[in-house]
């Protein structure tokens, strides 16, 4: 398979929106892709393979904020610094968050949900969305989100 087709395998382009990343991801939630011979970002090798060679020091940002997201239209290219300022404006922009549970947003918690209903299991939800087992069941419970 090309690296191309091994990288299509595990997305999840079903929804309109955000394309989840189905593979392993880093503690904090980022997907990871061997690529070229070593373990990249996942949404790096997404940019590169549907837009093209990322510039020297420059950063793969999502304008979703969702740090599994693999759609190309949803990547641009940022320095370090528009990475964090970007950050800090999603962040003042959320509201009705738990504070322990803001390494998840709005979209993944409804993921979270719809994978659960569809026979998912809490402890592999977690590792994939990068958060505990006790959070996803909270989630699927109603017991945190509850307004989503
Ligand atoms: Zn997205």
Not at 82 to 111: F, I, T, W, Y
Not at 122 to 134: I, P
Request: aromatic share 8%; net charge positive.
């Amino acid at each position: 398979m090309t690296p191309r087709e091994r990288f299509d395998a595990k997305v999840d382009k079903s929804t309109d929106g955000c394309w989840w990343w189905t593979g392993c991801t880093t503690r904090t939630g980022y997907g990871l892709f061997p690529f070229r011979g070593k373990l990249s970002g996942a949404h790096r090798v997404a940019y590169e393979l549907s837009v093209g060679p990322i510039p020297d020091k420059k950063h793969v940002c999502h304008k979703c904020d969702n740090r599994n997201c693999m759609n190309p239209d949803h990547l641009f290219l940022g320095t370090h610094q528009d990475n964090m300022d970007d950050k800090c404006r999603k962040q003042r922009q959320v509201r009705g968050h738990d504070v322990s549970h803001s390494k998840l947003v709005a979209p993944q918690v409804a993921e979270i949900r719809r994978r659960y209903a569809k026979g998912g299991v809490t402890q592999a939800l977690g590792r994939e969305f990068g958060v505990t087992q006790v959070t996803v069941g909270d989630i699927v419970r109603n017991e945190t989100w509850s307004t989503i």
